[in-house]
């Protein structure tokens, strides 16, 4: 396990910012209205939820992405849990963590679960209700080690121009390999370079109406 932990500063006394990378973890307009926006709309969820429907992340982050889903799938009344997997480099703390959550107070409940059993094991073996795994560590190095095939994928690393090695096209070539034929994936990004290897890692993208300032985003369908 890496023992690289994320580098922080606050924006404001709320937003948590990379001080790595120099971006915000999320949106400084509404975090959660453009994780809907980005995430569940640009995979047309919670429209595609059928029983264990597998989503696949880069960047866990906060955690707010998967919590904005499980609130979701609990919400759609899909029978069984969700599978949830995702990659993160560097890991926030516990206490970390629970201080960003607080800017989303409709997730409480979600996020308390969610900070506790990330205090005990940030892979979130012990977290209940949901099947939900982080595998910590370089993306480059742990996707290629991994068996699933996704429903769908959160691309959701740091901008592209500030974390570009999350965003490579040997990456994208591993995120296309579990990748479900005509599943998808969508980023908050429309940067060409990640839009091309996309499409060479087997997607069709398609450029769309990003979320607040961002004119852009990008969503994707796997061929096949």
Known sequence: MSDQRANLEWRDGAIPVSTRFDDPYFSLDNGLAETRHVFLQGNDLPERFVPGFHIAELGFGTGLNFLTTWAAWEGAGVDGPLRFTSFEGFPMSADEMARALEAFPELAPYAARLVSAWGEDPTLATLEGVEARVVIGDARETLAKQDFVADAWFLDGFSPAKNPELWDADLMAEVGRHTKP????????????????????????????????KRHMSVARKRG
Do not use: E, K, N, Q
Request: hydrophobic share 40%; net charge positive.
């Open 182 to 213: 005509g599943g998808s994936a969508a980023t908050y990004t429309a940067a060409g370079f990640v839009r091309r290897g996309l499409d060479a890692a087997g997607f069709d993208v398609t450029r769309v109406p990003g979320f607040g300032r």
